[in-house]
């Protein structure tokens, strides 16, 4: 599937139905540590990765930002940085070239011209202490970001609730559950605007009797 196939689909969800979908799929979908934070609310993330290694020092972020091709999602490595790695000109000239985002596992600053921004932009912590610029470390290699292998190309999804990671071929086995996920809970909600309880759709106490009863069970929706 092409990633502008990929993009576009994954637009119209959000990562609590890929979730699901994973959940009953089992493709041990990866997703980052929830610590890693969004700055700004509202925005989706979609694109692959470009990803960054450094410690403390942010010259290798601007050779990423260089270096990287409209669509990309900077992800930082941090290796346990305690200064800011990312700041308000990082964000501003990733607009500038089209990149899709900036994931940083660790800290960033210039927080509030960041929430001004169109740009979904993730990060670990907050500091105003600038990292240096004197190491040039590795880009394009397999990184850890948030507890988990990111590897260059690996395609990010990331909305309010976390950023989630798989390679295109897991998309391709991911979006058509999800996308039935969401049209399942599309018609729930307006099913329960329209009057109709939440208990008339699930099968609870079915479920909830099966368990006592020490027998395997599942709860479902009856829609």
């Given at each position: 599937?092409?990633l502008d196939?990929?993009?576009?689909r994954l637009e119209r969800?959000?990562t609590?139905c890929?979730?699901?979908?994973?959940?009953?799929?089992q493709?041990?979908?990866?997703?980052i540590?929830?610590?890693?934070?969004?700055?700004?609310r509202?925005?989706?993330?979609?694109g692959?990765?470009?990803t960054?290694?450094?410690?403390?020092?942010?010259?290798?972020?601007?050779?990423?930002l260089i270096?990287?091709?409209?669509?990309?999602?900077i992800v930082i490595?941090?290796?346990?940085s305690?200064?800011?790695l990312?700041?308000?000109?990082f964000?501003?000239?990733?607009?500038?070239?089209?990149?899709?985002?900036i994931v940083?596992?660790g800290?960033?600053?210039?927080?509030?011209?960041?929430?001004?921004?169109?740009?979904?932009?993730?990060a670990?912590?907050?500091?105003c202490r600038?990292?240096?610029?004197q190491?040039?470390?590795?880009?394009?290699?397999?990184?850890?970001?948030?507890?988990?292998?990111?590897h260059?190309g690996d395609i990010?999804?990331?909305d309010?609730d976390g950023?989630?990671?798989?390679?295109?071929?897991q998309w391709?086995q991911?979006?058509p559950?999800a996308?039935g996920?969401?049209?399942?809970?599309?018609q729930?909600?307006?099913?329960?605007?329209?009057g109709?309880?939440l208990?008339?759709?699930?099968n609870f106490?079915?479920?909830c009797?099966?368990l006592?009863?020490?027998?395997?069970?599942k709860l479902e929706f009856?829609?």
């Amino acid at each position: 599937m092409e990633l502008d196939v990929i993009r576009r689909r994954l637009e119209r969800l959000d990562t609590a139905c890929v979730c699901d979908a994973e959940k009953s799929l089992q493709l041990q979908l990866r997703v980052i540590d929830p610590a890693i934070r969004p700055i700004r609310r509202g925005l989706k993330l979609v694109g692959p990765a470009h990803t960054v290694q450094c410690k403390d020092d942010f010259l290798t972020v601007i050779k990423a930002l260089i270096e990287a091709e409209p669509g990309e999602v900077i992800v930082i490595d941090s290796q346990g940085s305690r200064r800011a790695l990312t700041g308000e000109l990082f964000p501003t000239e990733a607009i500038r070239k089209g990149l899709a985002g900036i994931v940083n596992d660790g800290p960033c600053r210039d927080t509030a011209a960041v929430r001004a921004l169109s740009l979904p932009y993730y990060a670990r912590s907050v500091d105003c202490r600038p990292g240096t610029t004197q190491h040039l470390f590795a880009t394009q290699i397999p990184i850890d970001c948030g507890g988990v292998r990111v590897h260059p190309g690996d395609i990010l999804f990331g909305d309010d609730d976390g950023i989630l990671v798989a390679t295109a071929e897991q998309w391709a086995q991911l979006l058509p559950v999800a996308e039935g996920i969401q049209r399942q809970e599309e018609q729930l909600l307006d099913r329960m605007a329209a009057g109709t309880s939440l208990e008339s759709m699930l099968n609870f106490h079915e479920h909830c009797e099966r368990l006592r009863a020490g027998q395997s069970s599942k709860l479902e929706f009856r829609v």
